[in-house]
């Protein structure tokens, strides 16, 4: 994983994604972070929530049951939201999210900006899309 805090890179890629609207409109100090193909992206062991939208690659998101069975949830390309969940609910101990391919996320703390994300009705409304199409 490399984090980059490059603000000319960062402004590039919002700007080439379709949620431009509402990210440019958010106080947010958003970072890419970058993972290689097999990387964890997500785990129970992280400890700090991040909301993060894939700008490049596929990512794959997996729950590990009792048995130690892995069972797929989802798998997402450009445009996908890790992290919506995380917003409302404490974060689950199973759900692990994989990098497919070399992947790049758009990425900021939930934590920090949770009372900013919860104000704001653009940002809810990405997020209420996003839970749709997951479960529909």
Known sequence: MEKLYDKKKIAA?????????????????????????????????????????????????????????????????TDYFLGDMDIFYPKSNSIYAQASEPL??????IEKYKEALLSNNQFLQLICNSLSAKIG
Do not use: H, M
Not at 44 to 60: A, K, M, T, W
Not at 104 to 109: A, E, Q, V
């Open 104 to 109: 790049t996320c758009i990425s900021f703390s």
């Open 13 to 77: 890629c919002i700007a080439k994604s379709k949620y431009y609207a509402v990210l440019s409109s958010l106080d947010i100090d958003f970072y890419l972070i970058k993972y290689e193909k097999g990387e964890l992206v997500r785990s129970p062991f992280q400890d700090e929530l991040l909301f993060q939208i894939v700008e490049q690659g596929s990512i794959n998101i997996y729950f590990i049951r009792d048995d130690g069975t892995r069972y797929s949830l989802s798998s997402g390309t």
